[in-house]
T-cell receptor, first 115, second 114 residues
Framework: DGGITQSPKYLFRKEGQNVTLSCEQN?????MYWYRQDPGQGLRLIYY???????QKGDIAEGYSVSREKKESFPLTVTSAQKNPTAFYLC??????????????FGAGTRLSVL | AQKVTQAQTEISVVEKEDVTLDCVYE???????LFWYKQPPSGELVFLIR??????QNEISGRYSWNFQKSTSSFNFTITASQVVDSAVYFC???????????FGAGTTVTVRA
């Protein structure tokens, strides 16, 4: 099946620990995105990548890092510098053939909590 | 900058009632697309509709319909004869100019009671 796979579904972080959220897509999309969602709020963009080996900061990049070594993979690391990491994290991908007007498709999300 | 406002925080209806969700946007672009997404309790965002600013014709797709009015910068979405499975958070979104990013509204939580 084509789609976006996020893992794990639930993740717990200890104080001072870095954790990595996985996002894999087999849609052959060039662009990939990470969003953060807090309860009762909309989605805020953390990082995005339009092409392999290149990525840009979104609106709330502080305390996060990403890599894009392969077209199908865009892992997000929540570092110890992110003091309030508890949130729901969503990964998305999009074809860039139609420019910025194509549809973003989303994974099922990872719920991160602090122990 | 692009901005999307969904003034309705929560809407609660009884099954079979119609539900209209409001979306007001701000953009400097002369041509643009608008999107609606649904987020059921499972969490995954599901694409519903995309509309081009060139076409203000209102359309119906099954139980969904939308009302796009460029003059008032509004892109409202209606669910006709609501069902319990329509219970979800609904987001309106607008692409940033040339950046391949989406600006989302805060979302409207729809609860359909049996």
């Amino acid at each position: 099946d084509g789609g976006i796979t996020q893992s794990p579904k639930y993740l717990f972080r200890k104080e001072g620990q870095n954790v990595t959220l996985s996002c894999e897509q087999n849609l052959n999309h060039d662009a990939m995105y990470w969003y953060r969602q807090d309860p009762g709020q909309g989605l805020r963009l953390i990082y995005y990548s339009q092409i392999v080996n290149d990525f840009q900061k979104g609106d709330i990049a502080e305390g996060y890092s990403v890599s894009r070594e392969k077209k199908e993979s865009f892992p997000l690391t929540v570092t110890s510098a992110q003091k309030n990491p508890t949130a729901f994290y969503l990964c998305a991908s999009m074809s860039v053939l139609a420019g910025g007007t194509d549809i973003q498709y989303f994974g099922a999300g990872t719920r991160l909590s602090v122990l | 900058a692009q901005k999307v406002t969904q003034a309705q925080t929560e809407i609660s209806v009884v099954e079979k009632e119609d539900v209209t969700l409001d979306c007001v946007y701000e953009t400097r672009d002369t041509t643009y697309y608008l999107f609606w997404y649904k987020q059921p309790p499972s969490g995954e965002l599901v694409f519903l509709i995309r509309r081009n600013s060139f076409d203000e014709q209102n359309e119906i797709s099954g139980r969904y319909s939308w009302n796009f009015q460029k003059s008032t910068s509004s892109f409202n979405f209606t669910i006709t004869a609501s069902q319990v499975v329509d219970s979800a958070v609904y987001f309106c979104a607008l692409p940033s100019d040339n950046d391949y990013k989406l600006s989302f509204g805060a979302g409207t939580t729809v609860t359909v009671r049996a």
